[in-house]
């Protein structure tokens, strides 16, 4: 008997699916976003509750918005690709990223991982010309802003931390606070930082104009 494979199979499934379900049929890549951010946080609830029956479930789930995804790219007429090529396109950027682990390089320390990382990437993105580049301003607002302070280091803008909370707890604590003054101001907390957001990123454009 031949040994099945399971994500064959899924893949398989997928495309039967799509074949035969006619709510199925008419969804596209755009329609399918919203399903996908919904499957992704529901993924981040099953490991921050530490539910793992639920974390294996949302995988699967966030595994079918993949294959959803592969599925409808591979019947474009255009420019199709396939699951198949998704996955050698992963295993190809992987293995380029680990030197240490599939090459000569050698990485001690998690440190020196992160700069060979960060070589492999930056040579792949030879044409970017801003270190925010690829950055997606959907992210969430709290999740974008820790993203652009780093990149904002990384072109001399560097945001000086807060005084005050000492651990991860106490920092949830203080997040909420800000957000009850927002309230209790009459404030609209997610525009005031993403209007600040705005202001980081004219002055990491202007920085990095200003040593090019």
């Not at 031949?2 to 899924?10: K, V």
Request: net charge negative.
């Amino acid at each position: 008997m031949t040994p099945t494979d399971p994500l064959r199979d899924a893949a398989d499934t997928m495309r039967a699916v799509r074949d035969r379900c006619v709510w199925t049929q008419q969804i596209d890549h755009r329609a399918l976003v919203p399903y996908l951010v919904e499957e992704s946080a529901e993924l981040i609830d099953a490991v921050e509750e530490g539910d793992r029956d639920e974390l294996r479930e949302e995988l699967g789930d966030l595994l079918w918005q993949v294959l959803f995804h592969a599925e409808i790219a591979s019947r474009d007429t255009q420019d199709p690709f396939d699951i198949d090529d998704v996955a050698r396109g992963l295993t190809d950027k992987m293995v380029r990223r680990h030197p240490h682990v599939f090459g000569d390089a050698v990485a001690n320390t998690p440190e020196e991982v992160l700069v060979h990382w960060n070589a492999a990437k930056a040579a792949e993105k030879s044409s970017r010309t801003s270190v925010l580049d690829g950055v997606s301003e959907r992210m969430p607002s709290l999740a974008l802003a820790q993203k652009l302070v780093s990149k904002g280091s990384q072109a001399g803008v560097r945001v000086a931390p807060a005084e005050g909370p000492a651990t991860e707890p106490e920092l949830g604590d203080a997040l909420l606070a800000l957000v009850a003054t927002a309230r209790a101001n009459g404030w609209d907390a997610e525009r005031a930082l993403r209007e600040r957001l705005r202001g980081l990123e004219s002055e990491i454009r202007r920085a990095e104009a200003g040593s090019a």
